[in-house]
């Protein structure tokens, strides 16, 4: 190839630096299935948003919660009030921030529809804690520590999730679509099982901790360790919280892709699925009485995860087509409509009587020496 100096001499030298500039200020599109840098997060970013929840998390147990008790309704409002208007501040702050960077909404919108799945997703998955702790007699005063160190073990899980679950991605393509499809399998299994079908003693981590901890006898719950004649043993408490732990890692296993499906950005996939499961516990003491009532949430969850999961694979299967029109769906679009399945999937929640919560008689219960959680905090209430 011969220089030809013509070529570049008639250039006009301004609009080299008009096109230096614009391509320093503009972001390079990208293709639709690559991971997303919304906000531009660089470590300290990072080491702000967990140093921020270390505190909160801390003065929550150690000030705020220091003696275990049974909290009341209008206590577990409060505390659900606070944890959501955090998130709701920490949204806006988002939104302000990606407005910043490039002049657009997007990284607010899906900062909020990724925190409506989640926090939905959770409410969903509050019976099955329900049926935990009653199956273990766990007094309603000391499930509050439980859930605490049960979310703490989340909030690594969920960072361990996100970071593999983007990296895959990044890696292989691929994995979309089979994220994709595993949130469709999700929703159609959601949508025809029953929450009945709970059963807190075939948990594989309870068997194996049965098996090989020392158990202490006694209905032991505010800790999860105590000596007996100089030997450890390992608490009824201590067993409940392994169930827990375990439990969430399954929740993990749909919740992520699901806000994945939503966003690639690593920093706002894990910020709203930490923001959503804060206040998991205020909202866990203040909807307890009344999950019966959730019988219908359940198929609004099964639609949203089978919506994310078209989306999902309608990205990888037309991804060069988007890349040249632009995306599959608007983020406004999604958050309208993960809003509106959710709102009617919870309206029969206002007019229609939830069945009773109450076990059956033949329903195994050891250790059973305290009701249920719901008929704890009914009691309370009257």
Known sequence: MEWNSDRWTRVPIGRVFERVRCRRTQPEKESALAAENLLEVHWWHWAAFLGGIAVLLFLDLVVFHRHDHA??????????????GLALVFN???????????????AGVKFLTGFVVEKSLSVDNLFVFAVIFRYFGVSIKYQHRILFWGILGAIIMRGIFVAAGVSLIQMFEWVLLVFGAFLIYTGIHLAFSKKENVHPEKNVVLRFAQR???????????????????????????????????????FAVDSVPAVIGITRDPFIVYSSNIWA?????????LLVGVLD???????????????IGLKMVGEYVGHHYFDLHGRLIDPWVSLAIVGGILGISLLPTFFVKGKS?????????PLQTTPSPAEAVREERR
């Open 71 to 84: 909290p009341s309704l209008r206590e577990s409002f409060l505390w659900s009030v606070f944890w959501i």
């Open 92 to 106: 806006a702050f988002v939104w302000w921030w990606g407005w910043h960077l490039h002049g657009s909404s997007e």
């Open 212 to 250: 090989w901890f020392r158990i202490s006898p006694e209905p032991i719950f505010d800790h999860f360790f105590v000596r007996r004649n100089g030997l450890l043993h390992a608490t009824p408490g201590f067993l409940v919280l392994l169930v827990v732990e375990s439990t969430d890692v399954l």
């Open 277 to 285: 499961i804060l206040g998991l516990r205020a909202l866990y003491f």
């Open 293 to 307: 009532r959730f019988e219908y949430l359940h198929y609004g969850l099964a639609a949203v995860l089978s919506f």
């Open 357 to 365: 919560t109450e076990s059956k008689p033949d329903e195994p219960r």
